[in-house]
């Protein structure tokens, strides 16, 4: 039999051996007063890898005191599921089963569908987990059914005591006695992005390639000089990119640099440069016209160079947009448009803008004093719509004098 990873054979068996989630498992943690009243709902799990989801239904299988089915929805079929079912029908699952299933995103909207009545009439207690926001994966009517809890990345100080407990373990394992110094658990905790799966992964590893002592010196051959949570098609993915134009739009630079950065450093360039042209005719726009062109240039030069230096023309782009001017006049027109279109209305464009009806009618602006003359142009079920409000920056407003003076407006 293959020997289970240091990461696995530590894995807690109570909620007292567990480390971070304090909201969860502390001494008022929901998921421990829980246990403790004898109550076991269904329940949903999300949040990063190696945070205690799989942990934590364990030990609430254990607790519980129903037989334990596990599933995989990466790879497991509705077959699976109709066993886990059939299962109830004997007398082990007489009183219910408790199914985990991890990943459930993966399991389409017929798959999570044939839970459902088992779910409701108790012969399936479901304890779910997926690394994606539940309320865009997970079908609504199991989300109405389950008390979802959120699980964070664990701080840098509460997977510190997870490693000296598996350098105990390998020491005990191994007949050694091998150390680490505070400054290499320290940086190991740093950089396993809260993951402590991860950190112990990466002690078990340093400590085969240690003689006497784990060091930072240790480290740097068996460890990536930077790692987070990056995935390009998962929730953290778009959460990083969404704090990026959140403190862009804020106007915070000091937020803009640190999440640019964490963006480029995990290797997601062309998210950066897609969502930073983006913010530049979104949030900027019309106060800062030239934003757009500008951001457009960094991008560019970001490609022709790649990483590392793309840093530098991207970084330039960012914290001109954050410091930038703001505006979303633009973005609100278009939006307030867009709902009028898609009430139907608009239909018939005025004749005397159509070629096929040879602009009869039209009158040619350039012909009139400041380029300018009043007519109608839009159809005449939105005569008087408006859609554009000039912005109060300082662009905006001297574009507003301009216009206000061409039109004769007060």
Same mark, same amino acid.
Request: proline residues 5%; glycine residues 8%.
């Given at each position: ?13 109570? &909620? ?10 502390? %001494? ?83 798959? !999570? ?30 989300? =109405?059914? =389950?008390?979802?809890?959120?699980? *964070? ?19 005990? *394992?191994?007949?050694?006695? %091998?150390?680490? @110094? ?59 990119? =969404? ?46 016209? !030239? ?11 970001? &490609?022709? +160079? ?20 703001? @505006? ?16 139907? %209305?608009?239909?018939? +464009? ?59 407006? %007060?």
């Amino acid at each position: 039999m293959a020997e289970k990873p240091t990461a696995d054979a530590l894995r807690p068996s109570s &909620f007292d051996e567990m480390v971070g989630q304090p909201h969860l498992f502390g %001494k008022n943690g929901a998921l421990r007063r829980m246990v403790e009243n004898g109550y076991l709902p269904n329940m949903i799990f999300f949040g990063p890898p190696g945070t205690g989801k799989t942990t934590a239904a364990g030990i609430l299988a254990a607790s519980s005191g129903k037989p334990l089915r596990s599933l995989n929805a990466t790879s497991a079929s509705l077959s699976d599921v109709r066993e886990v079912i059939a299962d109830t029908k004997n007398v082990f699952g007489s009183g219910g089963v408790l199914l985990y299933l991890d990943e459930i995103q993966y399991f389409n909207r017929k798959q !999570q569908q044939s839970l459902l009545e088992y779910i409701e009439d108790g012969r399936i207690t479901l304890i779910a987990s997926t690394t994606e926001n539940p309320y865009l994966y997970v079908y609504n009517a199991i989300i =109405s059914r =389950s008390a979802v809890f959120e699980f *964070k990345a664990v701080e840098p100080a509460d997977i510190i005591p997870a490693l000296t407990r598996a350098l105990d373990y390998l020491n005990g *394992k191994n007949g050694a006695d %091998k150390s680490a @110094s505070d400054d290499a658990l320290a940086y190991i905790a740093s950089i396993a992005a809260g993951d402590v799966r991860r950190a112990v992964n990466y002690l078990e590893n340093a400590y085969f390639l240690a003689d006497a002592e784990i060091t930072r010196e240790t480290l740097e051959g068996c460890v990536p000089r930077v790692v987070g949570n990056f995935d390009a098609n998962g929730t953290v993915h778009y959460d990083l990119l =969404s704090a990026i134009q959140k403190s862009i739009r804020g106007s915070d630079p000091d937020a803009t640099a640190f999440y640019i950065a964490k963006a480029l450093e995990g290797g997601d360039l062309i998210g950066v440069c897609r969502r930073l042209q983006v913010i530049a005719s979104e949030d900027i726009g019309l106060a800062y016209p !030239q934003a757009a062109a500008i951001t457009r240039a960094c991008v560019e030069s970001a &490609f022709d +160079l790649g990483m590392p230096e793309a840093s530098i023309p991207l970084i330039n782009a960012a914290l001109m947009l954050a410091t930038a001017p703001k @505006s979303n006049s633009a973005n609100v027109a278009y939006n307030r448009a867009k709902a009028d279109i898609e009430a139907g %209305k608009g239909q018939n +464009l005025p004749d005397h803008l159509r070629p096929g009806n040879n602009y009869r009618g039209y009158k040619y602006p350039h012909d009139f004093p400041g380029h300018w003359v009043k007519q109608q142009y839009l159809p005449s079920d939105l005569a008087d719509a408006r859609y554009y409000e000039f912005g109060d920056n300082k662009t905006e407003q001297t574009a507003k004098a301009f216009h206000d003076s061409v039109t004769g407006k %007060k």
